[in-house]
């Protein structure tokens, strides 16, 4: 065991506590900065995948349950799909087939192992923002899912409203 420690054999799990992220109450407890999981899923054609290659080298906001756009005026969503966000509601996979109201653009994807149910109830959360890196910058409910992608707009210095600037503050 000493060994192994000596020459760093170990990998220890990566965390961020500055930058694009939004620190929570939570605290060490929190997901906030650490990686999200990547489970496997099932695409509405059927086809099972795992969530990385869902999301791409993209941001995603992932509603367990619930529509991600819900809450958001025409702005927001605007402004993330200008950075490539994917919109992205789970739902367990036996669901994946039952008629929804999703707004437009939003994917659907299947909880084939339920463990974004797992996750997402451990964390006592509806929504996580994650980044492209995988890292997990904020966690929501629908109702304060605006407020918070907004204050993470403005840690990131994207543009908001009238009030041009840069994309410069990402990592």
Known sequence: VKRYFLEMRFKPMPQYREGALLIDAA??????GKMFIQ?????????????????????AIIGWGCNPQWGL???????????????????????????QDNAPGTLRV?????????????????IAVVRPD?????????????????ALAEKMTLATGDTARTEEKVA
């Open 73 to 99: 005026d025409a702005g927001q969503i605007a402004r993330w799909r200008a950075i490539g966000v994917r919109f992205i509601q789970v739902v367990p996979a036996v669901q994946i087939h039952r008629e």
């Open 134 to 150: 995988r890292f997990v910058a904020a966690l929501a409910i629908p109702q304060t899912l605006g407020a918070q992608l907004t």
């Open 110 to 126: 299947g909880d084939t192992q339920n463990r974004l149910k797992s996750w997402f109830a451990q964390h006592n959360t509806a």
């Open 39 to 59: 489970p496997q899923v099932t695409l509405e054609s059927g086809e099972s995948v795992l969530l990385d290659d869902v999301i791409g080298a993209n941001f």
């Open 27 to 32: 605290g060490k407890t929190s997901p906030v």
